[in-house]
């Protein structure tokens, strides 16, 4: 029984000959212009795994067709005037929307963009009090963790001891991977009532809150690549400066921090790419009120939607289709590309500083 | 094993060469050419010949049948959600039918209605008139089947005074909330002169919207706005002088008011005066589905079972006012 | 070693650095200690065999509250569920993807550009996934609310993180094993089966941890896909039903719920629950990832 499957196998395996397949074998001449020392074919591990290799790629040019079929209606019909369709609403007709959809789509999107008002029920879709949410929140959260983080890496790479050290970072890798629902939950239960309680507010849901939950959630990606950062800086540099009679202040504020600045922000740009896509902490803490705040002081304390919590809390009601519907996949497209930016330069910087440092991370 | 291995092998391949007829290179491509109309198949031609069965039998019939679907979707308003909650599980346990309850607000009642979604709704408002135009361009007859009460109460906290002190007509409500009357005296004469303190709710609340069409209040000054009917009731329980208005299933340890009906008395707000629609202030929730559900179909099933005796009680068990 | 001598040398003067910048650590672990403690705090007393292990119901309770009672097993059955279906779209893709990029790809344009493209993917808000794959799998392919949908979203959500952690292990494999096999006859295929995988198994076995803790506590993903808040018959009878999540069923509660405000134990307990098992997975792979450390130190 085994002999015949041994055979069927080793027959099967014979219908695949390679070099029933194989092109002429390139000549000694064509190899040693190529600078190849084996030949490749499509069909074999190389070519199988290389169409997986490709798989991301063809993922995000799905994620890109998707967003584009779907928001592409939104910045047509706003080709028109971001007044258009408030009027239409207005004077009833809101079923000719069909009619605006020759719009310029650039105008679309600058409309789009620019517009003041994020009012869905009465079609005015201006995205400028999500972009102004978004920013707010994802600014004061830089402005907490960017000083508390970078000075915490400082401190684990330089000043503690190895046992704090050894259980200090692997708490805060730890930490790194709490679901953003209890985030929000906590934020929700806990801060929200407690700011309200301190700065005698109505409702503790504003973006002071936004940003306290989102700078803790994007602490331990600042201070776990900054921290790595700043380990790996040569010891020769550190060594070096000791020896000229710098305090161990001076070596890391003038030494260690300068050579480590590429990781450093490397870390800044993951932490804000990281900031820009969080939804749900956000969505919970945030008050979901789409104003543009006030330019003073007092932004912090208003109640804000940023455009990850606008999609989410106005998606689940809207039926597929509708200029709503159309509206939200606008967004999604701005904040893709809003990310898709900030990955570009974050890749941008790593390439400039690599070469400048020649491969010092 | 009577011949060496390469000659074995030699006649099994040449036995299935000459069972196949073909060159490997050919039997090679053929086997590539099967698994590419495969992939093909299963991403582009699928999702034009996988409908799903309630649709596919919508799009024969124009209703909604469907006895072999045991799958149902109401999604709609958060009012009806705790009576889809309650009644799903005793729906399951007698015919083994998957309820799956969502929220999203009447709106998505009614659209997932229209576009054919789910062919029942929950909804505690009638239809607008853009969902009824929408409605009619699609061919969809919205059939509304009321199946629970639902009242607004007016809840109200003054030091010393009890249930039964306050009656009020639907005047002096809204002239309580619009800010026109502000101190308790002018509301009642034995009441202290005290400062109103009105508790209202957020923008979008759909409670507000009712509230607002059924005591005629058309701009509202509040002094505190909450978010829900618990924070409401919470609100009014623990502020002195304070006024504000939940729905019936939330008024509870709290004072009512008594509202004024058509011909002038007034009644409180129980279950007996809601459902015999003498208090004034109440509202029908209600399943709307695309015209009367076909007799033994599913929706026809569970509907009677919502306004069955145990569908009823369950009713109740959410907190609203059983309507049969 | 040496560094210790230098660390006694450094500590001896203890200048305001030290202090400076010990505050923030602190600050650091305060905020930590403070979230988890609250959640451990508020949702350990719910915490029993019968919310573990019970079907969630709804019935109004004696002081007039129509509230959740029992359990959350089908929830977290839910998750389950969407996490190993994302992780076997996931890892097989990762780890090839991953194999292309380190052993056969040579370092050019076409490599950063990869590489560009994965890092992008993972910085993709999940949002945005959710957008997609409600549009692509929910609508375009009529899956509908769904298992599946939820099972490739969330497999195209870990792939980066698979892709980028197999190639770390791989990468850290000296080149001698790969020329060792080379030189005894294997085929570049065949090393990489039996010689490069065997030894990258615990870096991957990271990596999936990884994406597995990171997939589990996705919300945002699954919100208008997969997920759904109650169906009576609490689990999916197919892959092309719906399920209960723990994340969205805390996220709903917590938020849309009629009941929101009153239900605070329940949803802490549910808090704890997701909590606890995401921590699992991490102390998991950190685990994984010092033992196997300790193995390639004799390297």
Sequence with gaps: MMELLRRVWTGFKALWPIEAFRRPAPSAETLRLRGLEYSRRFFSPEGFTGVCALSSFVITMLILFFLIQQGLPILQYMGYGPYVLPLLKEMGYSEYIWLL???????????????????????????????????????????????????????????????????????????????????????????????????????????????????????????????????????????????????????????????????????????????????????????????IPPLSLEMFFTSVKPMTAAIAAEMGETAVGSVHYHALFGVGLVLFGITYIVNFVADLINARFRKKFGGSR | MSLPKERRNAMALRKMRAVLKLP??????????????????????????????????????????????????????????????????????????????????????YSNVIDGISPIGAVSRPPKSNELSRAAARGVVLELHPIALDAICIIWNVPGKFQGDLKLTKDQVAKIFSGVYTLWSE????????????????????????????????????????????????????????????????????????????????????????????????RELYYVTNGIPVEGSLTAMYLDFVLSPIGQKAVESAGYVPIV | MSDEKEWVTIRNRVGIGEILFS????????????????????????????????????????????????????MIFGTLALVTGAM????????????????????????SFINQTISNLAGVPSIVFGLFGFAFFSKQLNFGVSLISGWFILGFMALPIIIKSTEEALKTIPRGFREASLAL???????????????????????????????????????????????????????????????????????????ASVNRPYEFGTALVLLGLVLLFSLAAIYIRNKSRKRRKGW
């Design chain 2, 24 to 109: 490997p290179k050919k039997i090679a491509l053929i086997i590539l050419a099967i698994l590419a109309i495969a992939a093909v198949s299963v991403f582009v031609i699928y999702p034009f010949i996988y409908v799903k069965p309630q649709q596919q039998l919508q799009q024969t019939l124009g209703l909604y049948t469907g006895q072999s679907t045991d799958t149902i979707n109401i999604a709609g308003s958060t009012t009806v959600l705790p009576i889809s909650l309650a009644i799903a599980p005793l729906f399951h346990q007698f015919t083994g039918v998957n309820v799956q309850v969502s929220a999203g607000g009447s709106g998505l009642g």
């Design chain 3, 23 to 74: 505050i923030p650590t602190f600050i650091i672990l305060a905020a930590f200690i403070i979230i988890i403690g609250v959640v451990v705090y508020y949702g350990a007393p719910v915490i029993s065999v019968e919310f573990l292990t019970g079907n969630p119901g709804y019935r109004m309770l004696y002081g007039g509250e129509f509230m959740p009672y029992g359990g959350i097993l089908p």
């Design chain 1, 101 to 291: 959809n020759n719009g310029n789509i650039v105008t679309g999107l600058v409309n789009f963009v620019t517009g003041s008002t994020w009012d869905p029920s009465g079609f005015n879709f201006g995205i400028l009090p999500l972009i102004a949410g978004t920013f707010i929140v994802v600014g004061g959260a830089l402005l907490i963790a960017l000083p508390i983080g970078i000075l915490s890496a400082i401190h684990l790479a330089e000043y503690c001891s190895p046992t704090v050290k050894n259980i200090v970072k692997p708490i805060i890798e730890l930490l790194a991977g709490v679901p953003s629902v209890v985030y929000g939950f906590v934020g929700l239960t806990i801060l929200a009532p407690w700011i309200a309680n301190i700065f005698s507010l109505r409702s503790g849901q504003s973006a002071l809150a936004g940003s306290i939950i989102l700078s803790i959630m994007i602490l331990p990606t600042i201070v776990s690549i900054s921290e790595d950062a700043i380990s790996s800086v040569p010891r020769d540099y550190k060594e070096a400066s000791l020896a000229l009679g710098a305090t161990h202040f001076q070596t890391v504020w003038r030494v260690l921090l300068p050579a480590a600045i590429s990781g450093i922000t490397a870390s800044i740009i993951l932490a804000i790419g990281r900031a820009l896509g969080e939804t749900m902490a956000v969505l919970m803490v945030c008050g979901g009120v789409a104003n």
């Design chain 3, 88 to 111: 076997c779209i996931a890892v097989p893709l990762g780890v090839l993807s991953a194999i292309y990029l380190n052993e056969y790809l040579h370092e050019g344009k076409f490599k």
């Design chain 2, 187 to 282: 509301v009642n004469s034995s009441f202290p002169p005290t400062l109103i303190w009105v508790v209202g709710r957020e923008p979008n609340s759909g409670t507000r919207e009712m509230f607002e069409k059924s005591f005629g209040v058309s701009h509202t000054e509040a002094n505190q706005e909450v978010t829900n009917n618990q924070d409401m009731v919470y609100s009014v329980i623990n502020t002195p002088n304070s006024i504000g208005y939940c729905s019936f299933a939330y008024a509870k340890n709290v004072n009512t008011a008594e509202i004024a009906g058509e011909n002038g008395t007034f009644f409180p707000p129980t279950k007996e005066t809601i459902r015999n629609r003498e208090y004034p202030a109440y």
């Design chain 3, 185 to 259: 006859g294997a085929t570049k295929w065949e090393t990489i089966t039996s010689v490069v995988l065997p030894v990258a198994a615990p870096g991957i076995s990271t990596g999936t941890i990884l994406g597995v803790g990171r997939v589990a506590g996705e919300t945002a993903a699954i919100l208008f896909a997969a997920a759904i808040f109650y169906q009576s018959s609490l689990y999916p009878t197919s892959i092309f039903q719906p399920v209960m999540a723990l994340t969205y069923h805390l996220y709903y509660e917590a938020t849309s719920s009629p009941f």
